[in-house]
C-alpha cells in the first residue's frame, strides 16, 4: 500500500505538455443547487500539480502518474472565445485551477502568461490565477489590463507546514502577492481549506493580520471561506499517501454532496471566526463568500454573503 504512495508522490514530478482534447471550459465540477455557488468557470489548462497536499482531492482522480499542462493557448482561446460571445452582457469569472495550480508550473511552461495576454483583450471576461507558489515574476510585466485577478490559496503556518507539503511558506506567497498587487494586478484570498488543530483560533487570527499587511485592502478583489471536506472513499488514500496526517482522526460527518465535513456547529464556528477576524484586520468589506457550503450554513454566517 505505502509502495502505491510513494509512486503517486514520485509521479508528480514529471511535466507533461500535451495538446487540448475536447471541451477544456466547463462550470465547477461540484456545483449543486444545495450549495452556495460562485458561479466560476473553469479553463482546464493544467492536470496535477507539483505540490503535495495532503487533502489534494486530485490523489483521487489523476494517479497515471504524471503532471500535464495544455501548450495550445490558441485553441484554447478559440473555446474561450465562442463560449462568452453567446453571452455578451454577461461577465464571465473563468479559472484554471480545477485540476491544479495556475501558476506552479509557470516557469517551465509560460502558459498563464499566455493567457494573461489574451484575457487583457476580452470584454466580457475575467481571468482568475490560483495559486500556492510564490511564482509570479513572469507574469510582473505583463499588460493585465485589470482582466485578471491573482488569487492566493491561503492558511496557516501550522498547516503549510504540516499539511501543504512542498508548497512555500506562507511568508514566500505574501511577498509573491504584495509583488502582483504592485504589479497592478486585483488579488483574490481563499482560506480554504480551514481545518481544525489545537490554536487554530489564534493561527486564522495571526492569518489574517499578516495578510491585511500583504497588500492594499483596496486590491482585494474578492474573499473565499471553506472548511476542510474530502470524498469517504479519499480517506484510505489520504492515509496511505500521508502517513503522518491528523486530517483524517477528527469527526465528520457526510453532507448531502457526499463529501465529509466538521460538524455544523464546528463550521459555522470557524467560518464566524474566520468571518470577524478578516473585518477587524481588513478595510473596505471586500466580498466575501462560503465556498462548497449549504445555503443553511451560509445564513449562519453572520454577514458572509453569497456570491452570484
Ligand atoms: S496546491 Fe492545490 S492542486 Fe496542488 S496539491 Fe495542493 S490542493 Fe492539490
Given at each position: 500500500m505505502y509502495a502505491d504512495s510513494l509512486n503517486y508522490r514520485d509521479g508528480k514530478k514529471e511535466i507533461g505538455i500535451i495538446p487540448k482534447k475536447g471541451?477544456?471550459?466547463?462550470?465547477?465540477?461540484?456545483?449543486?443547487?444545495?450549495y452556495i455557488c460562485c458561479r466560476v468557470h473553469v479553463l482546464?489548462?493544467?492536470?496535477?500539480?507539483p505540490f503535495e497536499c495532503?487533502?489534494?482531492?486530485?490523489q483521487h482522480y489523476l494517479t497515471d502518474g504524471l503532471t500535464k499542462a495544455v501548450d495550445d493557448t490558441a485553441t484554447l482561446m478559440q473555446e474561450v472565445k465562442e463560449k462568452i460571445s453567446r453571452q455578451p452582457r454577461r461577465l464571465f469569472r473563468i479559472?484554471?485551477?480545477?485540476?491544479?495550480?495556475?501558476?506552479?508550473?509557470e516557469e517551465k511552461t509560460g502558459q498563464a502568461a499566455g493567457l494573461v495576454r489574451e484575457f487583457a483583450?476580452?470584454?466580457?471576461a475575467v481571468l482568475e490565477l490560483k495559486t500556492?507558489?510564490?511564482?509570479?515574476e513572469p507574469i510582473l510585466?505583463?499588460?493585465?489590463r485589470g482582466k485578471t485577478v491573482v488569487s492566493w490559496s491561503l492558511n496557516t503556518g501550522h498547516v503549510i507546514e504540516?499539511?501543504?507539503?512542498?508548497t512555500p511558506s506562507l511568508g514566500s506567497r505574501l511577498q509573491a502577492m504584495g509583488r502582483a498587487a504592485a504589479a497592478g494586478y486585483l488579488i483574490g484570498l481563499h482560506f480554504d481549506p480551514m481545518i481544525l488543530y489545537e490554536g487554530w483560533e489564534q493561527g486564522y487570527e495571526s492569518l489574517a493580520r499578516q495578510v491585511s499587511e500583504a497588500v492594499?485592502?483596496?486590491?482585494?478583489a474578492w474573499i473565499s471561506i471553506g472548511s476542510l471536506r474530502f470524498n469517504p472513499a479519499m480517506k484510505k488514500t489520504i492515509e496511505n499517501n500521508y502517513?503522518?496526517?491528523?486530517?483524517?482522526c477528527a469527526e465528520m460527518v457526510t453532507g448531502d454532496d457526499g463529501k465529509m465535513r466538521y460538524v455544523k456547529p464546528l463550521r459555522v464556528g470557524m467560518y464566524r471566526h474566520m468571518y470577524a477576524v478578516l473585518k477587524k484586520y481588513i478595510s473596505?468589506?471586500?466580498l466575501t463568500y462560503l465556498c462548497m457550503e449549504r445555503w443553511d450554513v451560509g445564513c449562519m454566517g453572520q454577514g458572509i454573503r453569497p456570491a452570484s
Amino acid at each position: 500500500m505505502y509502495a502505491d504512495s510513494l509512486n503517486y508522490r514520485d509521479g508528480k514530478k514529471e511535466i507533461g505538455i500535451i495538446p487540448k482534447k475536447g471541451e477544456a471550459m466547463g462550470t465547477c465540477a461540484t456545483f449543486s443547487r444545495k450549495y452556495i455557488c460562485c458561479r466560476v468557470h473553469v479553463l482546464r489548462t493544467v492536470q496535477n500539480c507539483p505540490f503535495e497536499c495532503s487533502y489534494c482531492f486530485l490523489q483521487h482522480y489523476l494517479t497515471d502518474g504524471l503532471t500535464k499542462a495544455v501548450d495550445d493557448t490558441a485553441t484554447l482561446m478559440q473555446e474561450v472565445k465562442e463560449k462568452i460571445s453567446r453571452q455578451p452582457r454577461r461577465l464571465f469569472r473563468i479559472g484554471t485551477w480545477e485540476l491544479g495550480d495556475s501558476l506552479a508550473l509557470e516557469e517551465k511552461t509560460g502558459q498563464a502568461a499566455g493567457l494573461v495576454r489574451e484575457f487583457a483583450r476580452l470584454d466580457n471576461a475575467v481571468l482568475e490565477l490560483k495559486t500556492k507558489s510564490d511564482c509570479v515574476e513572469p507574469i510582473l510585466g505583463l499588460e493585465h489590463r485589470g482582466k485578471t485577478v491573482v488569487s492566493w490559496s491561503l492558511n496557516t503556518g501550522h498547516v503549510i507546514e504540516t499539511e501543504e507539503h512542498l508548497t512555500p511558506s506562507l511568508g514566500s506567497r505574501l511577498q509573491a502577492m504584495g509583488r502582483a498587487a504592485a504589479a497592478g494586478y486585483l488579488i483574490g484570498l481563499h482560506f480554504d481549506p480551514m481545518i481544525l488543530y489545537e490554536g487554530w483560533e489564534q493561527g486564522y487570527e495571526s492569518l489574517a493580520r499578516q495578510v491585511s499587511e500583504a497588500v492594499p485592502h483596496e486590491q482585494i478583489a474578492w474573499i473565499s471561506i471553506g472548511s476542510l471536506r474530502f470524498n469517504p472513499a479519499m480517506k484510505k488514500t489520504i492515509e496511505n499517501n500521508y502517513p503522518g496526517t491528523r486530517l483524517t482522526c477528527a469527526e465528520m460527518v457526510t453532507g448531502d454532496d457526499g463529501k465529509m465535513r466538521y460538524v455544523k456547529p464546528l463550521r459555522v464556528g470557524m467560518y464566524r471566526h474566520m468571518y470577524a477576524v478578516l473585518k477587524k484586520y481588513i478595510s473596505g468589506n471586500p466580498l466575501t463568500y462560503l465556498c462548497m457550503e449549504r445555503w443553511d450554513v451560509g445564513c449562519m454566517g453572520q454577514g458572509i454573503r453569497p456570491a452570484s
